[in-house]
Structure formats: structure tokens, C-alpha cells
């Protein structure tokens, strides 16, 4: 399986992904096209359900009663309305360390993610997911991943109607959700608004300082054991990091978090 981003998505999707997480065969899109101008906020809505609901099917669900998904409601059940949108979460228990988010509001997050992130990092990785899917990133990634899929069949393209994918189809398409990447300004918008969340919902927002900490501590090979690079395709982490304290300071939010490490046991709270 080829590496992605996130976002994360954080952080659309904020990392990787790795072979654990089953997006299934990639084949040849042999649906219809749709050009860039019909492409609409409810095509987007439509692709993106299927694709995630595929991937629920296909990869390990935590259950209602699992610790990962009772610490997930505890720091987001207030949030499944957020800025306008309807969010839906879950938890993945794969190895892969991350999370996205899709045009219809739903939010995946990795177990190995929430292993290592504190609920304070957790609330900020998450607000950068929900940031991506109010900014309508996340439509311009499904667009872009749907176009590309659609021009191999060339004959196809001229349809304005988004084609009904089958299984194979949306195990693609789920992969191309996972393999989309965001802009460099699409990032930054993102964790602006993460820090705006963290803020507006009187959260600690040096939370967002040290989930990037970490973030960077993961790139290094010397810290990679167990996991795999992230943010690979991301501005830099320890850059994102930095320009969060300056804000916090700005704001008078900032209290030193001492020396971000990452953890050697899992975290449950």
C-alpha cells in the first residue's frame, strides 16, 4: 500500500497509513467521469459516505463499550455538531498512527493515534480534521482523487453525473481518500482553526504545540521504531509547533509544557 499524508485527517488525513489498514485492491475506475464544474458539495458528500462506510466494513471498528471509543465520546460527544456541520466519529484499531476526516463529517481516528497523544493533543489533531472539512478541503481532495480515477477511462469522462461505484471502486476510492493530499496554505488554514477550537471551547491550546511536538519526534528516524514517518507530505511539524507558542503567547496562553517526549506506554486519558 503506497504511504498518504491526515491532514489529520489529521491532519483530511493528518499522517500515514501503513499496510495494516485494509483499503483493499487498487483497480482500474471503470465508472463515468464528471467534469470539475458539476462536481458539488453534495457529489463530494455522496462519495465520501460510501467510501468511509466501506471502510468501516473493512477494517476493526471499537466497539461502544471499548476503552478507545468511550475516551473518544468523552472528549467529542459535545462536538458531533461543530461550526454548522454533523460530525460522526469512530476508532480504527490499527497500527497506523492517524486520523481524517471526509467531506460528510465523519472522523476516523487511528487507536495507535490516541496511544500516544494526551486528550489536549487529541482535541487539537481532531479540531484540524473538523477545520479540513469546514474549509471544503476535504471536497477538493475527493474531487481531484474522483477526476483522476475517472480519466483512465477517457472514453467515459464527458458524463456530469457521478457514477454508482462498486465494492472494488470504493476500496479505491477509499484509498484515494487516504492518499489525497492538502496545500500548504489548506494546512495552515486548518491548524489556524484547530487553535481558533481550542480556544473558543476553553481548551488548553499548548495542546496543539505539543501534538506537533511529537509529530516531529516521529520524523526522526531515531524515534521511528513502531511507527512510521508522518506528516511526510506536511510543512514541517517543528515549524507548526513554533508558530503555535508564538500565537499562545500572543494571546497570554502559553505555559511551558517542559520537554515534549513521546510516550512508552499507552495513554488512557
Known sequence: MKKTIFSLVLLGTIGFMNAQLNLGNITKAAGKGVSALT??????????KESV????????????????????????????SQDGLNLNYKVYKVKDINAFACADGSVRVFSSLMDIMTNDELLAVIGHEIGHVKNEDTKDAIKS???????????????????????????????????????KKQESEADTYSYDFMKANGYNVVGAY???????LLSEGSQQSGFQKMFNSHPDSAKRAEAIKKRAEKDGLWKDPGTVTLPTAKLTK
Open 145 to 183: 482523487a474522483y477526476l483522476k480515477a475517472a480519466a483512465l477511462d477517457a472514453a467515459s469522462a464527458s458524463s456530469k453525473t457521478v457514477a454508482t461505484l462498486n465494492d472494488s471502486q470504493l476500496g479505491q476510492m477509499a484509498n484515494a481518500i487516504m492518499d489525497a493530499s492538502h496545500s
Open 39 to 48: 462536481f458539488t458539495n453534495a457529489d463530494a458528500v455522496k462519495l465520501s
Open 53 to 80: 462506510d466501506w471502510m468501516d466494513k473493512n477494517n476493526p471498528v471499537a466497539g461502544p463499550k471499548d476503552p478507545y471509543t468511550v475516551r473518544l465520546n468523552k472528549l467529542f460527544a459535545k462536538h458531533k
Open 210 to 216: 505539543t501534538a506537533f511536538k511529537k509529530l516531529a
